[in-house]
Every structure is written in C-alpha cells, then in structure tokens.
C-alpha cells in the first residue's frame, strides 16, 4: 500500500509563513507529478501549486510570488512554503501524487488525507 502523510499546518496570523510536507510511504518505485490541492469551506478543491519529477513548477495565479513548492525524491516528500499568508489561504490543503507501486503496471494518483491551514487577520 501507499500513503501521503501532510504535516505542518496550523493557525498563523495574516503575513506569516507556514511549511506543510507531505511524505509518500510504501512500496513505491517512482513517483512523478507531486502537487499541493486545497479545499476552502463551500468551494471546490482546487489546484495550488504541482511539481514535476525533474523540478519543473506550476502555480495558481493568486499564490505565485508566495508559495514556493520543492520535492526531495531521496525522501519521498514535497513540500510547500507559503509566506505572506492571507486569511483567503485558509483552506484544507491536500498532498496529490502520481506513484509507480512495487508489481503494478502503471501510475497511479493518490491523496493525503489534509492538513488545516488557518490565517487569522
């Protein structure tokens, strides 16, 4: 089996910075895309920032300039940086990855289970 495990979330006031990671575990032989979703109460899940496995990045307009994603692929994880927080990043953000499990024949996506983001202002 495979699992995303986030961390570091929590509640910080409007302009401070947070640092969420998500480690993959199991038995996993490649992971290609990694990316960072979150949901905000009473609107769709949406797409934060993803990261390729040779580094290349995208983001979503209204983070660029904030949010920095990066992955360590020794260790499975990726991690997002966010700093001048706003109270409208208040969300659940989700970790998202593509993996090539041990005996599979393909890339399968999978999800973290979320950590809570809370900027007070």
């Known amino acids: 089996q495979v699992q995303l495990v986030e961390s570091g979330g929590g509640l910080v006031q409007a302009g401070g910075s947070l640092r969420l990671s998500c480690v993959a575990s199991?038995?996993?032989?490649?992971?290609?895309?990694m990316a960072w979703y979150r949901q905000a109460p009473g609107k769709q899940r949406e797409l934060v920032a993803s990261i390729t496995a040779r580094g290349n990045t995208n983001y979503v307009d209204s983070v660029k300039g904030r949010f920095t994603i990066s992955r360590d692929n020794a260790k499975s994880t990726v991690y997002l940086q966010m700093t001048s927080l706003k109270p409208e990043d208040t969300a659940v953000y989700y970790c998202n990855a593509d993996i090539y499990r041990t005996y599979s024949s393909a890339y399968y996506n999978y999800w973290g289970q979320g950590t809570q983001v809370t900027v007070s202002s």
């Open positions: 199991g038995s996993i032989v490649s992971i290609q895309n």
